[in-house]
Nanobody, 125 residues
Framework: VQLQASGGGLVQVGGSLKLSCAASGLTFSDYGMGWFRQTAAEERVFVAAIARSSGVKKYADPVKGRFAISRDNAKKTVYLQMNNLIVEDTGIYYC???????????????????WGQGTEVTVSS
């Protein structure tokens, strides 16, 4: 499984970024997908997740109303639209595929088994 994340960069507070993650090596439409963020100060933390059919989406409380996860199964790509960015959103963002095929949407790190290389987001004040 390969997950190639892109779209990170340097942005000012209040700005927007859209992350993309292209998947290969798996039947993409069978797996829930997620985004996690890691900083030097903490382990990877949950940001957002989406069911395999886009029907269910979950968000960490700090990003609700600002971030939107989506997917295009035909393109085997998952996205994370990030709006109204704050300094605390800074970190390396990793996309990930759920361990269980056809499983429910998950928010725990242990429920994900394949990880991309990450894309760095820096929000400056």
């Amino acid at each position: 499984v390969q997950l190639q994340a892109s779209g990170g960069g340097l942005v000012q507070v209040g700005g927007s970024l859209k992350l993309s993650c292209a998947a290969s090596g798996l039947t993409f439409s069978d797996y829930g997908m997620g985004w996690f963020r890691q900083t030097a100060a903490e382990e990877r933390v949950f940001v957002a997740a989406i069911a395999r059919s886009s029907g269910v989406k979950k968000y960490a409380d700090p990003v609700k109303g600002r971030f939107a996860i989506s997917r295009d199964n035909a393109k085997k790509t998952v996205y994370l639209q990030m709006n109204n960015l704050i300094v605390e959103d800074t970190g390396i963002y990793y996309c990930t595929a759920a361990r269980l095929r056809n499983g429910p949407v998950r928010t725990e790190l242990a429920d994900y088994g394949s990880w991309g290389q990450g894309t760095e987001v820096t929000v400056s004040s």
